[in-house]
């Protein structure tokens, strides 16, 4: 069975860069996609973006300036920086599996920009 | 962008009543829709992919219909595990998610 199991800072002051980390237990990122994805009270359920099974990288257009995904194969973790956050980015940020839509998912972590 | 459109926003019901929920896209999603289940602290649960298709250890209770830009998730018989948030999602261009459906009591 799969378990996501993720981590990272979860109060940032605007302008700092979010950092958060996610480790896959009983699969292997080299045979999936991986993604980011938030949820904030206004916004709902928003995409960030994803790195593909090759190490490829999409991202959500909205987004797209100010997001980097990464893999550490070694350590069979993924990972997502955001720059420049502000108070709209505080929200519960996942990590997930899946392309088409999304099976596995992290236990969620709540950010919160403030100053 | 392909905009998903949830309705109702609330669906109020009682256990054992049929729950009805509409997800309409703004463009055609072929069939690549997905419709998850959110309790509150918890991540969000997939249910149905592709449109119809159950998830693993999904309850035959849930099914899912629809193709192009109106969808549907029909609950047969509410169990009172199943009052919960239900979103849609869809994958053609990149993911964008529904606002939700609210199930209560």
């Known amino acids: 069975q799969v378990q996501l199991q993720q981590w990272g800072a979860g109060l940032l002051k605007p302008s700092e860069t979010l950092s958060l980390t996610c480790a896959v237990n009983?699969?292997?990122?080299?045979?999936?996609?991986w993604s980011w994805i938030r949820q904030s009270p206004g916004k709902g359920l928003e995409w960030i973006g994803e790195?593909?099974?090759?190490?490829?990288?999409n991202y959500n257009p909205t987004l797209k300036s100010r997001v980097t995904i990464s893999v550490d194969a070694s350590k069979n973790q993924f990972s997502l920086k955001l720059r420049s956050v502000t108070a709209a980015d505080t929200a519960v940020f996942y990590c997930?599996?899946?392309?088409?839509?999304?099976?596995?998912w992290g236990q969620g972590t709540l950010v919160t920009v403030s100053p | 962008e392909i905009v998903l459109t949830q309705s109702p926003a609330t669906l109020s019901l009682s256990p054992g009543d049929r729950a009805t929920l509409s997800c309409r896209a703004s463009?055609?999603?072929?069939?690549?829709l997905a419709w998850y289940q959110q309790k509150p602290g918890q991540a969000p649960r997939l249910l149905i992919y592709?449109?119809?298709i159950r998830a693993s250890g999904i309850p035959a209770r849930f099914s899912g219909s629809g193709s192009g830009t109106d969808f549907t998730l029909t609950i047969s018989s509410l169990e009172p595990e199943d009052f919960a948030v239900y979103y849609c999602?869809?994958?053609?261009?990149?993911?964008?998610f529904g606002g939700g459906t609210k199930v209560e009591i």
């Open positions: 997930a599996r899946g392309y088409g839509s999304y099976w596995f």
């Open positions: 009983g699969g292997s990122l080299s045979t999936f996609h």
């Open positions: 790195i593909n099974r090759s190490g490829g990288t």
């Open positions: 463009q055609s999603v072929t069939s690549y």
């Open positions: 592709e449109a119809s």
């Open positions: 999602q869809q994958r053609t261009n990149w993911p964008t």
